[in-house]
């Protein structure tokens, strides 16, 4: 178990909030925040500022936008993987084999999945054009924020 920690705090789970030792449990935190932001378009405990995403990590229950809409499965999923309690919290005890179990993936085949061919390989894409090493160092040396 470990008592430190880095991350953005929309991403934390609520027993790092607390300040508790946390172990692998967080990770599955972490991926169902991951989940509900790729279905939703925005993550489920977000506050006004820091302080009220922290309280709403710790504090509200999670809810789901009336739209995009998720399908019961991937509710279900999510549910699982962000109970605020890290020992009831999906995949606490079997680990990745509770989530590759789950309806959400099935049809996947895990004993291959590295050998599929991704459905889009994207083009690689020059940025040279936008932005400079050189502005990004500069940038950095001299304590700016340059939004690229």
């Known amino acids: 178990r470990s008592m430190s920690f880095v991350g953005t ?3 934390l789970a609520p027993e790092i909030v607390r300040g508790e030792g946390h172990g692998s449990a967080v990770d599955w935190w972490t991926f169902g925040i991951f ?11 977000k506050g006004n500022g820091n302080r009220a ?16 809409s998720c399908s019961p499965i991937a509710r279900d999923l999510i549910k699982g993987l962000l109970v605020k309690e890290p020992q009831k919290r999906f ?10 179990q789950h309806p959400f993936f099935e049809g996947v085949n895990w004993a291959l999945i590295r050998s599929a061919t991704p459905p889009i390989i994207p083009e690689p894409f020059d940025f040279s054009q936008y932005v400079s090493k050189e502005t990004v160092v500069a940038a950095v040396a001299d304590n700016k924020i340059v939004d690229i």
């Open 9 to 11: 705090h929309e991403y």
């Open 35 to 45: 989940l509900y932001e790729l279905l939703t378009g925005t993550t489920p405990f």
């Open 53 to 68: 995403t922290l309280f709403n990590v710790v504090g509200q229950p999670l809810k789901f936008p009336d739209y995009p």
């Open 91 to 100: 995949a606490y005890k079997r680990g990745a084999t509770e989530i590759k």
